[in-house]
């Protein structure tokens, strides 16, 4: 049973362009919610998180945006750069818990 | 060290044959986690440890499966009796707090059995 969903297994995005991954999540109880990058043969790097007291977080040129009525929360990228090309992982941790659910992952490619 | 390092980067091992997976977290690090990946997939959590405690161990797959931290830094994760379905990434992280917090991951041990 999937509790964090990435239906999209890949997408491609041409350089400048917004890059729009997508995730959506079952249980209401998830409170904290994070974005990791991968790139081929490394570990995940974390990129970006939000709390479920926020609908958006901004960090440069990622910004994360949720919406807890609907479950489903969402990573802009832009302008998208080549060097964005990697898979992109949705996590959720619950406030008590100390693990992390990931998702399936999206792989990005951003082509010029 | 400046980031979380595992060791060894590759292993293949036959199967029946037991392994050891190194992880050195980041210093002052109080949390460690183990997360297995297989192919295709998103990492999945196996254990937890604050310091030297393992404070959760609910998703390691088997009693084949066995992870300590004596000293509450560099953790052990050891698979006995190994078979083809325990091939994957055995990923390490660790973070400053357990809760609320992101953590950072290493780059990965990739067991083959063979």
Redesign the interface.
Known sequence: DQQ?KQNSPSLSVQEGRISILNCDYTNSMF??F?W?KKYP??????LI?I?SIKDKNEDGRFTVFLNKSAKHLSLHIVPSQPGDSAVY?C?V?T???????????TRLQVTL | GAGVSQSPRYKVAKRGQDVALRCDPISGHVSLFWYQQALGQGPEFLTYFQNEAQLDKSGLPSDRFFAERPEGSVSTLKIQRTQQEDSAVYLCASSSTGVNTEAFFGQGTRLTVV
């Not at chain 1, 043969?41 to 974390?46: D, H, K, L, N, V």
């Not at chain 1, 406030?95 to 992952?105: C, E, I, N």
């Open positions: 964090v409170d904290y994070l990791y043969a490394e570990g995940p790097t974390f998180s709390s992982f996590a941790n406030g008590t818990a100390s693990k992390l659910t990931f998702g399936t992952g």
